[in-house]
């Protein structure tokens, strides 16, 4: 079992930075690749980017790409998502997840934090 709590959305105006932290439970965590993934209102939850067990390998939604980072420290049980040149576009919350592999699709992952505001004003 994997408890997963996100941190360090807030407010931030177009064009600025947010951090977001997200602190896993348990001894197990590098056991587990880990996701990524936003919701905007009235929209399906989706994928933004996912990092392997050793952080080797990532994957970005293409919305994402050269704006946002993801890492990881297995020491702190902790996954980051490195936000920079921020749009309205990008408004949603954001939840991290954990799964058995890197993947891209939700289904892969079976533990879920509670999620974090982002909003990006114009």
């Known amino acids: 079992q994997v408890q997963l709590v996100e941190s360090g959305g807030g407010l931030v105006q177009a064009g600025g930075s947010l951090r977001l932290s997200c602190s896993a439970s348990g001894r197990t965590f590098p056991n587990y690749a880990m996701g990524w993934f936003r919701q905007a209102p009235g929209k399906e939850r989706e994928f933004v980017t996912s990092?392997?067990?050793?952080?080797?390998?990532?994957y970005y939604a293409d919305s994402v790409k050269g704006r946002f980072t993801i890492s990881r420290d297995n020491a702190k049980n902790t996954v980051y998502l490195q936000m920079n040149s921020l749009k309205p576009e990008d408004t949603a919350a954001y939840y991290c997840?954990?799964?058995?592999?890197?993947?891209?699709?939700?289904?892969?992952?079976?533990?879920w934090g509670q999620g974090t505001q982002v909003t990006v004003s114009p």
């Open positions: 997840a954990a799964g058995p592999t890197v993947r891209i699709g939700e289904k892969h992952y079976d533990y």
């Open positions: 990092i392997s067990r050793s952080g080797v390998v990532t």
